[in-house]
């Protein structure tokens, strides 16, 4: 059974301040994890990591994969308000269907 | 450019009471999804289906069915509702099955069951 652990639950940072968002996982035959923001409604896709492409950027966002060591990690620089939002983290393995984890709930403070 | 389509956006059923959560997409995706979100669970899947004429169970499948339609159409269906199902419903598909592309999300249904 796929599994997917992110920590912290929850944070709470000031504007400018930089995060770390961490993403564990366990999966069979793992092809790729997915990075998704949700707002007040449908998760919104961030990014992908395969085993081809373990480093991903976009503006103040960037994210990592380390295959050995199963897990990604998501960094978010210069924080802004409109940055808070809950982060999720999904894998897709052998069966493709995408499994998430609990997410990390990011609160930016102006 | 709808993308995934979700009805309705909002419900409120009396314990017991039946209804059925549409979801629609028109990007030709074969594999589509239905999660719940419930606070601080992230989302859980509750059935799939990798392609049409097949449906499976995910990992809270307990109260509800499904029905895959036809290509676009995935629907579920709440047979005898209960306040542990009250959460937020999301429908996703995606393009292939070899695990090398995102999952896009309808824009969710808030079921509250009293």
């Known amino acids: 059974e796929d599994k997917v652990v992110q920590s912290p639950l929850s944070l709470v940072v000031h504007e400018g301040d930089t995060v770390t968002l961490n993403c564990s996982y366990e999966?069979?035959?793992?092809?790729?994890l997915l990075w998704y923001k949700q707002e007040k409604k449908a998760p919104t896709f961030l990014f992908m990591l395969t085993s081809s492409g373990i480093e991903k950027k976009s503006g103040r966002l960037s994210s990592i994969l380390d295959k050995k060591e199963l897990f990604s990690i998501l960094n978010i620089t210069a924080t802004q308000t409109g940055d808070s939002a809950i982060y999720l983290c999904?894998?897709?393995?052998?069966?493709?269907?995408?499994?998430f984890g609990r997410g990390t709930s990011l609160i930016v403070h102006p | 450019n709808a993308g995934v389509t979700q009805t309705p956006k909002f419900q409120v059923l009396k314990t017991g009471q039946s209804m059925t959560l549409q979801c629609a997409q028109d990007m030709n995706h074969n594999s589509m999804y239905w999660y719940r979100q419930d606070p601080g669970m992230g989302l859980r899947l509750i059935y799939y289906?990798?392609?049409?004429?097949?449906?499976d169970k995910g990992e809270v499948p307990n109260g509800y069915n499904v029905s895959r339609l036809n290509k676009r159409e995935f629907s579920l269906r709440l047979e005898s509702a209960a306040p542990s199902q009250t959460s937020v419903y999301f429908c996703?598909?995606?393009?292939?099955?070899?695990?090398?592309?995102?999952?896009?999300f309808g824009q969710g249904t808030r079921l509250t069951v009293v």
């Open positions: 999904a894998v897709r393995g052998g069966s493709y269907i995408p499994t």
């Open positions: 996703a598909s995606s393009e292939s099955r070899d695990g090398l592309t995102e999952a896009f």
């Open positions: 999966v069979t035959n793992f092809r790729s």
């Open positions: 289906s990798a392609s049409e004429g097949t449906t």
